[in-house]
């Protein structure tokens, strides 16, 4: 019976083990199947991987040769072109009419830009401002600060170049050195009726011509707890005198001349906005210039002279989309105040005098101005100006960019314009300029300002009124 | 008299009205976006885009702030018209 028992338990047993080998080499083949299946998978992840890298690496030289492209571009052009067709007609102070109409002129203007390091870049402009169907060398043009600034030849002028250095940064008093050409042309408000953004460091109505010169910026924001606020102290050459017949001048270094100075200027320029309120700028300066050379072009140094000094003081505010109106405004007062030496220049006088005239001579000036837009994305504008000179006003507009200098005006001096805007790089104006002159040499640093009357004839004849009705184009990209 | 007090109510609500520039500048902080990192036509496509405004998390921020934050963005883009001024 024992052995019944025993016999029928190993057999179940034996049973019992045959089963779970069974199980076991079923599980261990579906794994297998599994892992090959995985193996499969990951085979063509690999592949795909692979794939990728290889997409991934060709993205990446084709990046690199864009960066490098991007990269050996070391200097950026951008274009500004105006084209302006003039009528004049003058009106004398004898009472006779002069119409000079259909005038065209073009200028070029190639601006650079370049980002030396990350404290350091560089901005030039190259122009060309000429007349239709004219290549003559215009005598003005001979003049430092109206190279590329009045209509002339159709040569290349470097209107500006200068070096931003940048230093301080990330600090409480960030800082920064404009060394070059400065960019004080164009300046506020100008912008406006170009319908661009702020194009220039100085107030219009005080400078506006090219100039060589260092500036020393402070960002002056976190001190003042007042966004855009920047302190800024220069030094320029106002006329460097050179004597041709000797071929020296003390523009030149190492050299002297005993006889006639240099005119150095130097101002101080506050830059800041009205506290919380949207896209506006408050300027004050005061400028000093010295040993004003009575004609720099004049090359007979016993002719020429320097004839006295000047103050200029300034101040402007002006609003981009006052309050969200679509309505831009500016005003600006400028103050001038001449010291003539008592030197005089040929038969003209000295500086805003007559011979041996050393009095003081203080003037002013105010030009303000409003530009409103409407329509569809504010594709029209429509703008007004005035400014209003007195006795004896002087500024630094020689080189303005309206061949009549309109902010020099000793008289006052109306202007309105309609704009039509083409698109985000350019627009079309429409405008009409109405100037009355009531003293004599607006804008001229010699002789004797007088009040300008009938009786004003022949070779004393001058300009009582000027009118204009203009069309240009502006192009910026 | 009367005018001085319209012009005194108009001052003090000046910052009330029209906010200034650099509550757009730290939205555009918050959002990690650079406006100098674009091109106009770039920020413009971005603007069209649900996606990629989605990307940037434009799409979480008012009507008006996006109005607000586009034209910041398009006016400072790399090839944008940027103002010449000595120093800045």
Redesign the interface.
Known sequence: MKKYILFFFFSVAILHSNDTKNTEQTTIQDLVKEINILKKEVKTLKITQENNLNEIEEISDFTESIEANSLKDKINFSLGFKTNLDNFSKKYADGTKVQNSNIWSNKLML?MKADISENMNF?GRLSMYKYWGSSIIHPYTYYDNMQGRVPSDSAMYIE?A?I?W?FNKGTYLP????IGR??SSDGPSNQFKDN??????YSALLYDGAADGI???TNISKLIHN??S?L?I?YSKGFGYSETAQDIGNAFVGASNNDIKDTNVVGIFL?T???????TLVQISYSHMDDIVANPLENNSSRNTNIGSLDLYGAMFEATNF??THLDLFAQLGLSIAHPNGNSYANYGGLLSAPNDTSDKKAYSLWVGTRYGFGEKQKYKIGFEYNHGSKNWINLTQGSFDIYNKLATRGSAYETYLMYVIN??SNIRLGYVNINYDYTRSGWFVGESKKITSTMIGSDRVVENLQSIYLKMNV?F | MQEMKKIILLFIF??F??????NVIALAQSLNLSAGSKA?VQWERVFKSKKKMKRYKINTLSPIEKIELEEYLIEHAIDS????????
């Open positions: 601006n901005y500006r200068y931003n940048f800082m920064a050195l404009t400065q960019p661009t953004s702020r194009k220039g460091t500036v020393l910026t966004e855009k920047y800024r220069g830059d906005t009205v506290p919380n309120v949207k896209n309050l969200n985000r790089h910026h | 000046i910052p009205l029209n906010a200034s520039d650099s106009i018209d940027q103002p010449t001024i000595a120093g800045v």
